[in-house]
């Protein structure tokens, strides 16, 4: 049975990787594949592009993070950018204090990767947590949005 899942969660979260359909049709993959996907310390897809098993466009990387374009964007300029460390912070909620340096440095990097990219005149940084709050995948990641006006509410 637990094999039988974790092939449900892979065929989950690879069609959210390679949906690209409209914005709404998106969306909806979004609530589904979060709906679907079971909170869990296990490997990711993001350890994999980590590992560069998987390949990725990668925009910036340090000893700490990794920062590449999303395959599935929602702005002109889409980018996640991910600790190359899980260490239990599978999302914002798991935080604790010895995660602060790591948090600190997402941020800090997504700064540095928004003028990389000229997002001079605004950016959005998202980070979804647990299933109601979309969270696909559970190795915390930090979505920066650009190119376009941004809508509020969020959504």
């Known amino acids: 049975m637990s094999s039988e899942i974790n092939k449900s969660r892979l065929l989950v979260l690879s069609s959210h990787f390679t949906d690209l359909h409209s914005e709404s049709s998106l969306m909806a993959s979004e609530k589904e594949a979060a709906l679907a996907a079971v909170p869990s310390d296990s490997p990711t897809i993001f350890d994999k592009i980590i590992n560069k098993e998987i390949p990725s466009k990668v925009v910036y990387e340090d ?11 929602q702005a002109p300029t889409h980018i996640l950018i991910i600790p190359k460390s899980k260490d239990g912070l599978t999302g914002l909620s798991k935080a604790e204090e010895r995660h602060c340096e790591i948090l600190g440095h997402l941020l800090y990097i997504a700064k540095l990767v928004a003028k990389q990219e000229g997002l001079e005149d605004g950016f959005r940084i998202v980070i979804n947590d647990g299933p109601q709050g979309c969270q696909s995948v559970y190795h915390i990641h930090v979505h920066l949005l650009g190119g376009r006006q941004m809508n509020w509410p969020p959504g």
């Open 63 to 73: 000893d700490k993070v990794l920062a590449f374009r999303d395959i599935a964007p």
